[in-house]
């Protein structure tokens, strides 16, 4: 091998580390923050439907709501919140 082939493969390896470094560096941090918002939306959801069971006088479905995805998910359809 000469060393100008040495040079080009040294090169490639260092180019592809390089972009594989980036790349994957910008697909974490856009996943972080997409994950982040999600969790976000779905708390200011959540608070929303606390929010509107308090002041319907619905206490006893707070606990049901916390406890249980199904009764949780149709409460966000009847209170037009999903």
């Given at each position: 091998m000469t060393l100008l082939e040495r040079d080009e493969r040294m090169w490639e390896?260092?180019?592809?580390?390089?972009?594989?470094?980036?790349?994957?560096?910008?697909?974490?941090?856009?996943?972080?923050?997409?994950?982040n918002e999600?969790?976000?939306?779905?708390?200011?959801?959540?608070?929303?439907?606390?929010?509107?069971?308090i002041e319907d006088g619905r206490r006893e479905?707070?606990?049901?709501a916390a406890n249980d995805e199904e009764y949780r998910h149709s409460l966000y359809v009847e209170?037009?919140?999903k």
């Amino acid at each position: 091998m000469t060393l100008l082939e040495r040079d080009e493969r040294m090169w490639e390896q260092g180019y592809q580390e390089g972009f594989n470094e980036s790349f994957n560096k910008s697909f974490n941090e856009s996943f972080n923050e997409s994950f982040n918002e999600n969790i976000k939306i779905g708390e200011n959801l959540f608070a929303s439907l606390i929010i509107k069971l308090i002041e319907d006088g619905r206490r006893e479905d707070i606990e049901r709501a916390a406890n249980d995805e199904e009764y949780r998910h149709s409460l966000y359809v009847e209170y037009h919140l999903k």
